[in-house]
């Protein structure tokens, strides 16, 4: 599975973003998928998670109430609809691939992306 993620930018505190990760390949509903971002000096972190057919999500507590992730298996694409977005939310975004599950650690993800920047103005 290879994974193409895009949308990132820059744009100012309190607006939005949607990214979207395409995967290649046929078995695509076969993977929960995952986005984790990583800031300059930090560690990687989970920001949500999809299971396969998109009724299980997981998200992380920062990022709850203004982040959302879906999923098209028609299309093999995840998205990250991000609002109201801060300061803090500045990171490189990656997306991943689980096979049969989803997780918010990263240790049990089979595939990334190469990331793409967001960059949250103050």
């Known amino acids: 599975v290879q994974l193409q993620a895009s949308g990132g930018g820059l744009v100012q505190a309190g607006g939005s973003l949607r990214l979207s990760c395409t995967a290649s390949?046929?078995?695509?509903?076969?993977?929960?998928m995952g986005w984790f971002r990583q800031a300059p000096g930090k560690e990687r972190e989970f920001v949500a998670a999809i299971s396969r057919s998109g009724g299980g999500t997981d998200y992380a507590d920062s990022v709850k109430g203004r982040f959302t992730i879906s999923r098209s298996n028609a299309k093999n694409t995840v998205y990250l609809q991000m609002n109201s977005l801060k300061p803090e939310d500045t990171a490189v975004y990656y997306c991943?691939?689980?096979?049969?599950?989803?997780?918010?650690?990263?240790?049990?993800?089979?595939?990334w992306g190469q990331g793409t920047q967001v960059t949250v103005s103050s």
């Open positions: 991943a691939a689980d096979f049969l599950s989803y997780s918010s650690s990263p240790e049990q993800y089979d595939y």
């Open positions: 390949g046929r078995t695509f509903s076969s993977y929960g």
